[in-house]
């Protein structure tokens, strides 16, 4: 199985959600409109529902088990910069199309970098981590954008938009599953990430200058 998996101590979800000044923030997520590889093509988000079936990096299709719904901004007062979503212009990613993610939300790299440290070509970063890469930037997102968070079994990593990969959390664990060993994908911390893609910047202008 691909995409940094590992057997450990179970954690609990972050929340996905937080006030501020009444606003409600989604720092995880899809926002409505982003396309992901199902059983029937390519799927806006918010078109799915619970039993559909959805391709992922390591196993196949896989049907949802539940499908959330949120808001990201109810506020009148403009979004704080820290939940600014991330920008990821067409192939910066794999991805075919212009693609808009939540800070927080789990994307699948292939990196030289994370082979030669943690022995897997493969890492999940905070979107927000890879500001600077490839033409990705922060911008201040739209307001009373619909969020739908994409629930599995079990951790999933899917493909959006024609090709970037998005990681998908399991749902929060029960007290039965608590000190019971998974297997999943772990999110690189911001300090180990930050210097994960200094190297994938490093990477690209070698690869792009044909060494």
């Known amino acids: 199985m691909f995409g940094w998996t590992r057997t450990q101590a179970p954690q609990r979800m972050p ?3 937080a006030a501020w000044d009444g606003g409600v923030m989604t720092t995880r997520g899809h ?5 992901v ?27 949802l088990v539940e ?13 704080p910069a820290a939940y600014h979503s991330v920008f990821v212009p067409a192939g910066a990613l794999g991805n075919a199309s212009d693609l808009e993610l939540l800070p927080d939300q789990g994307v699948l790299v292939e990196s030289d970098a994370a082979c030669d440290a943690y ?3 493969f890492a999940v970063l905070p979107a927000k981590s890879l500001d600077g890469f490839c033409g990705i930037r ?11 968070t994409l629930v599995f079994a079990t ?3 899917i493909y959006a938009e024609g090709g970037a990969l998005l990681h998908c959390l399991r749902p929060i664990l029960g007290l039965d599953e608590l000190g019971a060993p998974r297997a999943g994908y772990d999110v ?7 210097f994960l893609v200094d190297c994938m910047k490093v990477e690209a202008q070698r690869y792009g200058a044909g060494a």
Do not use: H, K, N, Y
């Open 119 to 121: 022995g897997d070509p």
């Open 138 to 148: 922060r911008i201040s997102p739209r307001m009373q954008i619909e969020i739908i």
């Open 188 to 194: 690189i911390p911001p300090r180990d990430a930050a």
């Open 31 to 35: 926002l409505a409109g982003t396309r």
């Open 15 to 17: 929340e996905l959600s």
């Open 67 to 79: 499908v959330r719904r949120d808001i990201f901004w109810t506020a009148d007062a403009p979004v």
């Open 155 to 157: 951790e999933q990593v």
């Open 37 to 63: 590889a199902t059983a029937m093509g390519w799927r806006a988000v918010e078109a799915l529902a619970a039993g559909d079936m959805v391709l992922t990096f390591d196993a196949g299709l896989q049907p």
